[in-house]
């Protein structure tokens, strides 16, 4: 039942990043498709989405696989959790009320910021071993975000692109991005903490039923 529905979940992963990948394409045919590549990349949402699509694919196919194993450590897909978890919050209560996608890229945005991370979501809660958290965990998993901070930093600097409004530096100044920065940042370690709650939970009920 897992591999199964985890080679679904990726097939809809990846024809999701394939296609907002070939609407950034033709869509800006005014840019080159290396600026456009590496601005795709730049998109939290496309990072974690590639997490979850690698997270549903590797144990789908070759879960014996060096890839397959540590794809399928509980630390690893509690924090893809987290992360999918906040790219559809914030979508939802930070960017959907500014933009108004329509055909393709309507489709792309809803797999992307709804579909998957529920998907996922429901792949840990059913298929991930719980009960091996621990809550210094979120505090770890916060390393990925601080180092995309730092990326998206550098590269809107030297580019003059930013891929969210609650980051662009040189239109809110260094200081007010920062403070939006830091919220997510606690956002991130709030959502986090509440995956861990779940596992310890989850993981309790377990045991006492293996007991019984």
Same mark, same amino acid.
């Given at each position: 039942m897992a591999r199964l529905y985890r080679a679904a979940f990726a097939c809809v992963g990846w024809f999701a990043l394939i296609l907002q990948y070939w609407l950034m394409i =033709? %869509?800006?045919?005014?840019?080159? /498709?290396?600026?456009?590549?590496?601005?795709?990349? =730049?998109? #939290?949402?496309?990072? =974690?989405?590639?997490?979850?699509?690698l997270a549903l694919t590797a144990p789908a196919v070759a879960p014996n696989s060096? $890839? @397959?194993r540590w794809s399928l450590s509980e630390g690893v897909r509690a924090a893809? /959790?987290?992360?999918? *978890? +906040?790219? %559809? $919050?914030?979508? &939802? #209560?930070?960017?959907?009320g500014i933009w108004d996608p329509q055909g393709w890229a309507l489709l792309a945005n809803n797999l992307l910021h709804y579909v998957m991370p529920a998907a996922f979501v429901v792949d840990w809660l059913a298929f !991930?071993?719980? @009960?091996?958290?621990?809550? +210094?965990?979120?505090?770890?998993? $916060? *390393? *990925? +975000?601080?180092?995309?901070?730092?990326? !998206?930093?550098? &590269? %809107?600097?030297?580019?003059g692109w930013w891929p969210y409004w609650f980051v662009d530096v040189d239109t809110l100044g260094l200081g007010k991005a920062m403070i939006y920065f830091a919220g997510l940042l606690a956002f991130f370690l709030i959502v986090g903490l509440i995956v861990v709650a779940i596992d310890r939970t989850f993981g309790r009920r377990d045991r006492r039923l293996a007991s019984a």
């Open positions: =033709s %869509g800006n045919p005014q840019m080159g /498709a290396g600026e456009l590549t590496l601005n795709f990349f =730049s998109y #939290f949402t496309i990072l =974690s989405n590639l997490l979850v699509a060096r $890839l @397959g893809v /959790a987290m992360y999918i *978890v +906040v790219v %559809g $919050l914030t979508y &939802h #209560f930070l960017l959907a !991930t071993p719980k @009960g091996r958290l621990r809550w +210094v965990d979120p505090a770890k998993w $916060l *390393v *990925v +975000v601080l180092i995309y901070g730092g990326w !998206t930093l550098a &590269h %809107g600097k030297l580019s």
